[in-house]
């Protein structure tokens, strides 16, 4: 019989790059007692939080979600580390401009730990789900390649996707239709799963790549005249399994903002899109736009991430998690 253990826990990091100011966080209606927590006014953490399932604790609200303070702070690392699962938040960063040198030296140093962070975690036999750039800066960690769209171009609304005959049969994914819409906000993509052998070197010692696949995907790319290379599929989301049970879960499209209220969210937060150096008004005034047909089930990859995560880990340590009340304090306040 299993014993009983202590809450199941979920740290997340939020990838935004900079503290909000409080000119920010009052145009956005943001209180000033969460001004300190959160990375900024698109408040990835509680987005992310509100899906989660009945039962889960998560990082407290002293943490400030600034990943540069995060990263730089060893009692937080501890926290973070201790937690039982990552979630990595979306970022106005770039990881293909990580991958190649080109990201300045105040956010490098902080990214470089974040990384070792992932493969610590991954070390352990955890599991992490990554979120557009956190998908992208994780698959990195492991040896897997980033791509970026042609310059200028940002892709952005609520777009359809595929699932793979992998994703049909993976216990995260197959709680989706073959085809799902997805909010995006994104320049750059996983273009490269890490190949099967891939030596990871963790804190808890070397861990082998053992199986990846691509469980969504998209032909082509939406610019300003419309799709562009139907001809070429694009990962969407992604699984890498390791040797010690450890698994990462990367989607490009964003969960988190998948529900009726926030289906657009990133792009209304976002005007700039419609600048006529960036994608235009034409383009962003369609990428307000959620299709008729269009579902929310994606929001359920959250706490099926988390379910699935606690679900290995109980059998991996022989222990069931006690059932604990989410925190909520910091985040009853969500942007409407």
């Not at 100011?21 to 300190?36: F, K, M, Q, W």
């Not at 609200?61 to 303070?69: K, T, V």
């Not at 998209?218 to 969407?236: H, S």
């Not at 579902?295 to 604990?324: N, T």
């Amino acid at each position: 019989m299993a014993e009983t253990g202590r809450p199941f826990t979920a740290g997340i990091v939020d990838f935004n790059p900079k503290r909000m100011s409080p000119t920010e966080a009052h145009a956005h209606g943001i209180p000033d007692d969460l001004i300190g927590h959160l990375g900024d006014w698109r408040q990835y953490p509680p987005n992310i939080a509100q899906h989660f399932p009945e039962g889960v604790s998560w990082f407290r609200a002293e943490q400030p979600w600034y990943f540069g303070s995060i990263m730089t702070d060893e009692k937080h690392l501890q926290g973070l580390r201790a937690s039982d699962v990552l979630i990595l938040s979306g970022s106005g960063l770039s990881a293909h401009r990580y991958q190649h040198g080109e990201i300045s030296e105040e956010y490098r140093s902080a990214l470089e730990k974040s990384q070792e962070v992932i493969r610590d975690h991954l070390g352990e036999g955890k599991w992490i789900l990554g979120i557009c750039f956190g998908g992208q800066l994780a698959i990195h960690a492991v040896g897997g390649d980033i791509g970026r769209l042609p310059d200028n171009v940002t892709e952005a609304g609520w777009l359809p996707h595929q699932l793979t005959s992998e994703g049909r049969r993976d216990d995260m994914f197959s709680v989706l239709p073959n085809t799902f819409f997805a909010p995006h906000l994104h320049n750059d993509y996983v273009e490269k799963l890490p190949p099967v052998g891939t030596k990871i070197r963790t804190s808890s010692g070397e861990t082998e790549v053992v199986f990846t696949e691509v469980l969504a995907m998209r032909a082509g790319y939406q610019d300003k005249t419309g799709l562009v290379g139907a001809e070429t599929n694009y990962i969407m989301a992604s699984v890498v399994a390791f040797s010690n049970g450890a698994r990462l879960y990367q989607i490009q499209p964003h969960p988190e903002m998948a529900t009726p209220k926030k289906a657009n969210y990133l792009v209304r937060m976002n005007p700039w899109i419609g600048k006529e150096n960036e994608m235009g008004e034409a383009y962003y005034q369609k990428a307000l736009l959620v299709p008729e047909d269009a579902d929310f089930s994606v929001a359920k990859i959250i706490p099926r991430f988390v379910h699935e995560a606690q679900r290995h880990l109980e059998e991996q340590r022989g222990i069931v998690f006690m059932k604990a009340t989410l925190l909520r304090n910091l985040f009853q306040y969500l942007i409407p």
